[in-house]
């Protein structure tokens, strides 16, 4: 068995070591998850595909965010999909993706199916976000330049993974379930900015749902379609990156998830936090002037939207918008309305975006000029660590916004203190 292959499906279905800090940061993504879940379950793309789940009928197996249940594959890819669908969940930057909207839905599925315990559940989530991650490293960014959606293509892998751990599969079994993915995961970047992102997710997660009850009931597939000459990383501009498995099992790369605290283009958030610690207040505001990534120019640099949508993709508006007062964390902000405001649409033309080549993607610099004369500059780099206390408080803030105190804090009750999975998933549905 290759190299890969045969390090992750032991990864995948060993016993592991795991830190408080993984743990901890699982469980909070899984709350952040769940709260921009219930906020998205009524978008226009969370109906269509949850329509179309529950008119094909079948077993209700599993939950599906909004209403009813459904046989497993469909609850993952309306699940993965609806999680997706106000683009709010966490993203890792190290392979370009957000590993929870693909695993997740899978996960919760798959142990809902089995009674599982919700600590079963966050480890076996664990488990497949890492391996997705790993996954992404091994692909490397020429997969993603050459227009693959990494969140759909490694996060399918991961589905995989932690619906495989959960059902109690061997190494074997693994490697078998792995290689079957190869030949179902999909996903692209030219989907972006319609509904297609988020049924990427979707499809990522019913993916690896898919391939672990075949291979539960015999399917026979082979395991090194990963790698090789005609594998998945060869046809699909993977770079065969091995040191992606470097302290596999002994570090974990998930820790350093980026969770999303404003609801907009992650492009746009080093900068919104660098603008935190300036005093931006439109009265007193004579210009201001960002420094970001050549990338991000072309993604989230709408000089003047004039929709709630355009807004979430514009340096311009979203700085306008805090100098006005708006919580750029809260999803009402986001409005036509707004961008039609005389005051904003006055401000944003004091603001002025440059590419900085000696910027990385995750780093920005804001410089404010005061009408009194006086400048004040901050930067900010989304790969800067929150210690555990600050992410805590900052995602379970997040949480209350998106679907209320009562219920951010019975959920990470129930995510700390444990319980049955199935009970999880019965909020998701419930109104």
Known sequence: MPEL????????TGSITTTPAARLVASLSALDWFAVGRAGADEPVSGIVRDMVLEEGGAGQAHLFGAGAAPLRGAALVNGTVSHALDYDDTHFAHIGHPSVAVFPAALAMAESRDAALVELLEAALVGMELSV???????????????HQTATAGAFGAAAAAGRLAGFSATQMAQALGLTATRAAGLKAQFGTMGKPYNAGIAAAAGIEAVQLVRRGFVANPDAMEGAFGFGATHHGAGDLSA??????????????????????GLHAVLEAARSLDIAEPEVAALTVRTHPRWMSVCNQPAPTTGLGAKFSYTTVLAMRALGHDTARLESYSDAICADPRLIALRQKVEVRADESLSETQAHLSLLRRDGQRQEAEHDLMTPLTLAAREERVRAKA????????????????????????????????
């Open 5 to 12: 292959t045969l390090a992750l499906s032991e990864f995948a």
């Open 134 to 148: 790993r996954v992404g490293l091994w692909l490397g960014r020429g997969h993603y330049q050459a227009g693959f």
């Open 245 to 266: 498995l470097d302290g596999l099992g002994e570090t974990w790369l998930f820790e350093q998830v980026s969770h999303k605290f404003h609801a907009c283009c992650h």
């Open 400 to 431: 209350v916004k998106l679907i209320g105190g009562r219920m951010a804090d019975e959920i990470w009750g129930m995510l700390r203190t444990g319980g049955r999975a199935a009970d999880l998933g019965a909020r998701l549905a419930a109104r």
